[in-house]
C-alpha cells in the first residue's frame, strides 16, 4: 500500500477516535492516561527522529546545492541570474503566503484555555527552543545572530539560521576552492545527504502511526473545530499557490522572459501533470527538460542548468507551503510571533526552499524544525501530515512551473545556437 494511502488512513482513524473520544470522555481519566503513556510518546518519538536529522540533512543539503553553483563562474551571466530568479520569487511566494495567512487568519478562534492547556503539554525539547529562541532579541541583534561565532554550538542551540548560513559559507568555500581535496570533500558532504535522505525516508515510514496518534491527541481536546481549521488552512495554502502561479508567474514570463503566459502554460501541462502526479520535482526534472527543448524551444544549455539546479535549489511552492503552515499552527495554538519572528521564520523558508529535498514530503523536517524555533508545539504538524500528499502534489507543480519560468526568465536575451539546440518538435513563439 503506498505510503500516502497508509498516511491517509492513520489520519483518519486517528481523527474519528479523537472526536469520538472527545465527544464521550473528554474529561475521563483513562483517556488522560492513553494520552500521557500511549499516544503523546509515540508522537514525540517520530519528532525526535525528525528533529535529530534535520541539521545533518539541511546543512549538507544547503551545502551541496551552493556547492553544485560551481558552473555560476564558468556560465556567468546565467548562473547570477538563476541565482536572483531563485531568491526574487522565493522572497516573493513566501510574502503571499503570510499576507494571507495574517489576512484571512485560519488558524485563529481556537478557545485559548484549551490551546494553553495543549501548550503546557508540548515536549521539553519544544520548550527549551523556545526559550532559547526569545533571547534572540529584534532588528540589529538577531540580525548579528545569524553569524555563530560557534557553529557547533549554534548547532546544539538549534539556531537554524547561523547553522544555515556557516553551510551557505562552507558551500561557497568548496565553490572557490579547485583542489582534490575539495572535491572529495564535496562528495563525502553529498554522501552525508544520501545518508540522511535514507534515513528521513525510514523515518518517514513510521508517519502513519505518528499522524494517527498526533491526530488522536488534538482532536480529543480540540473536537470538530479540527475539522474547520483543516480546512480553513488547506484553502488559504492552495489559494496562495494559485496566486502566485497566475499572477506572479505570468507576470514574470511576461515582462521579464519576453514569452506568452498562454503560449507557456500550454508547453508546460505535460511537465505540470507529471509533478501533481508523482509529487516530486526530482522526478518530473526528466519531462520537464524535454518540454524545455521542445515545446519551450528554450537554449539547451541554459534549460538543463536552471532546471538541474531548480530541482533542489527554486522551491518557491515549498517555501510558501513552509510559511503558511507555520503561521497557521501558531494562531492555531495561540502563539503571537512578532513581526521580526515572521521576517526570521520567512527568512528560513526561503533558505528553507534551497535545502529541500525535492522528493515527496521532503519539507515536513524543514517544518518541524521552525515550528520549534518559533515556540510553536511540533504535535501540531499532526495536523498537516493528514492532508500533506494533496498539499504536497499542488506544491510540486508550482516548484516544477516556477523551475521552467526561470528558465525562460533566464534564457531571454541569451542567442540560440542552432546547431546544439535543434531537436525535432512543433514551432515555438520566436524569442524577443
Given amino acids: 500500500m503506498p505510503l500516502h494511502t497508509r498516511m491517509l488512513i492513520g489520519f483518519a482513524a486517528g481523527l474519528g477516535l479523537g472526536l469520538l473520544a472527545h465527544f464521550l470522555a473528554a474529561d475521563a481519566a483513562w483517556l488522560d492516561a492513553l494520552v500521557r503513556y500511549v499516544t503523546q510518546p509515540i508522537g514525540t518519538v517520530f519528532l525526535r527522529l525528525l528533529f535529530m536529522l534535520v541539521i545533518p540533512l539541511l546543512f549538507s543539503a544547503l551545502v551541496v546545492g551552493v556547492a553544485e553553483m560551481g558552473d555560476v563562474r564558468s556560465l556567468g551571466r546565467i548562473g547570477w541570474r538563476t541565482l536572483g530568479y531563485t531568491v526574487v520569487v522565493s522572497s516573493i511566494a513566501v510574502i503571499i503566503g503570510l499576507l494571507l495567512v495574517n489576512l484571512l487568519k485560519p488558524g485563529a478562534g481556537v478557545d485559548p484555555a484549551v490551546a494553553s492547556a495543549l501548550l503546557a503539554e508540548s515536549s521539553e525539547r519544544a520548550g527549551a527552543i523556545a526559550a532559547s529562541g526569545a533571547q534572540g532579541g529584534t532588528g540589529l541583534e538577531m540580525l548579528l545572530r545569524i553569524v555563530p561565532t560557534n557553529v557547533i554550538a549554534a548547532g546544539a542551540n538549534n539556531d537554524i539560521l547561523a547553522v544555515m548560513f556557516f553551510a551557505l559559507m562552507f558551500g561557497i568555500g568548496i565553490v572557490m576552492t579547485r583542489s582534490e581535496n575539495a572535491a572529495r570533500l564535496k562528495s563525502v558532504i553529498e554522501g552525508v545527504f544520501e545518508v540522511a535522505m535514507t534515513l528521513i525516508n525510514l523515518v518517514i515510514r513510521l508517519a502513519p502511526y505518528a499522524v494517527a496518534c498526533l491526530v488522536f491527541n488534538l482532536a480529543a481536546q480540540f473536537g470538530w473545530d479540527l475539522l474547520l481549521k483543516l480546512a480553513g488552512f488547506v484553502g488559504v495554502v492552495v489559494l496562495a499557490l494559485t496566486l502566485h502561479m497566475v499572477v506572479v508567474y505570468s507576470l514574470a514570463l511576461r515582462f521579464f522572459g519576453g514569452m506568452s503566459p498562454r503560449f507557456f502554460f500550454r508547453g508546460a501541462q505535460e511537465a ?31 534549460s538543463t542548468f536552471v532546471l538541474t539546479i531548480g530541482a533542489t535549489a527554486n522551491q518557491n511552492g515549498t517555501a510558501l507551503f513552509e510559511g503558511v503552515t507555520v503561521l497557521f499552527l501558531a494562531q492555531f495554538f495561540g502563539v503571537d510571533l512578532s513581526l521580526g519572528q515572521q521576517l526570521m521564520v520567512m527568512l528560513v523558508c526561503i533558505l528553507g526552499g534551497i535545502g529541500t ?6 519539507s515536513l523536517p524543514v517544518v518541524a524544525l521552525i515550528l520549534a524555533m518559533v515556540g510553536v508545539p511540533p504535535e501540531g504538524i499532526g495536523l498537516i501530515l493528514g492532508v500533506d500528499r494533496f498539499l504536497d502534489m499542488c506544491r510540486t507543480t508550482i516548484n516544477v512551473t516556477g523551475d521552467l519560468v526561470g528558465a525562460v526568465v533566464v534564457s531571454n536575451g541569451i542567442p540560440h545556437d542552432p546547431a546544439h539546440d535543434a531537436q525535432p518538435g512543433p514551432a515555438a513563439t520566436p524569442s524577443p
Fill in 357 to 362: 529535498a525535492g522528493v515527496p514530503a521532503g
Fill in 272 to 302: 505540470m501533470v507529471m509533478a501533481f502526479s508523482t509529487a516530486s520535482s526530482n522526478a518530473t526534472l526528466p519531462t520537464a527538460l524535454r518540454v524545455a527543448r521542445d515545446k519551450l524551444r528554450l537554449p539547451r544549455k541554459v
